[in-house]
């Protein structure tokens, strides 16, 4: 397996544009996870999902940000209108419910916004 | 959710053990510990988890004390390559939200 895959590895945008990170995850894994991390804040969880349903979204920052898995082999996180403050690497994670917090994370987005 | 203290941290020489100790002392009996590493500009990456017993694999050994308040992951034969920041994390294996904190820094010096 390719482990999680992410797209784009980085990506630089101005304020107000809209941003879409994509994480594939490993085949069969039946949890999907989306982190933040930034020096001030270290890792934040923004949200996870079990078999394609949110489950958890209380860290997602504010309405700007959006999380979707409309298939167990695709997820999004969009953020619209993006700020200089959303500046971070965003990784997905995946795992499998037998073993829900042995994660596998992808190698990030690394995300600037001018 | 149990807390745990580590170390900022860390220096261990190319070929010695190198020894990161965690301190939860309100760990609780359902609650196991576990450990990543986060390698500098990739992801974390999980090394190894238990309960109560010991547990080794191919990356490290785990140690927990017999009253479960402390544990300490070694990783016998460090390299450069293992130079990164660890965590320590205690978590009940039915929540699936885990907390990273801010882990110890390790850096294996040649």
């Known amino acids: 397996d390719a482990g999680v895959i992410q797209s784009p590895r980085h990506e630089v945008t101005e304020m107000g544009q809209e941003v879409t990170l994509r994480c594939k995850p490993i085949?069969?894994?039946?949890?999907l996870f989306w982190y933040r991390q930034t020096m001030m804040r270290g890792l934040e969880l923004l949200i996870y999902f079990n078999n394609n349903v949110p489950i958890d979204d209380s860290g997602m920052p504010e309405d700007r940000f959006s999380a979707k898995m409309p298939n167990a082999s695709f997820s999004t996180l969009k953020i619209q209108p993006s700020e200089p403050r959303d500046s971070a690497v965003y990784f997905c994670a995946s795992s499998l419910s037998v073993r829900a917090n042995v994660l596998t994370f992808g190698a990030g987005s690394r995300l600037t916004v001018l | 959710d149990a807390k745990t203290t580590q170390p900022t941290s860390m220096d261990c020489a190319e070929g010695r053990a190198a020894n990161l100790p965690c301190n939860h002392s309100t760990i609780s009996g359902n609650e196991y510990v576990y450990w990543y590493r986060q390698i500098h500009s990739q992801g974390p990456q999980y090394i190894i988890h238990?309960?109560?017993n010991n547990e080794t694999n191919e990356m490290a050994s785990l140690i927990i004390t017999e009253d479960r308040k402390s544990s300490t992951l070694i990783l016998p034969h460090a390299t450069l390559r293992d130079t990164a920041v660890y965590y320590c994390?205690?978590?009940?294996?039915?929540?699936?939200?885990?907390?990273f904190g801010t882990g110890t820094r390790l850096t294996v010096i040649p």
């Open positions: 994390i205690v978590r009940d294996t039915g929540a699936n939200n885990l907390f």
């Open positions: 085949s069969g894994h039946d949890y």
């Open positions: 238990g309960l109560k």
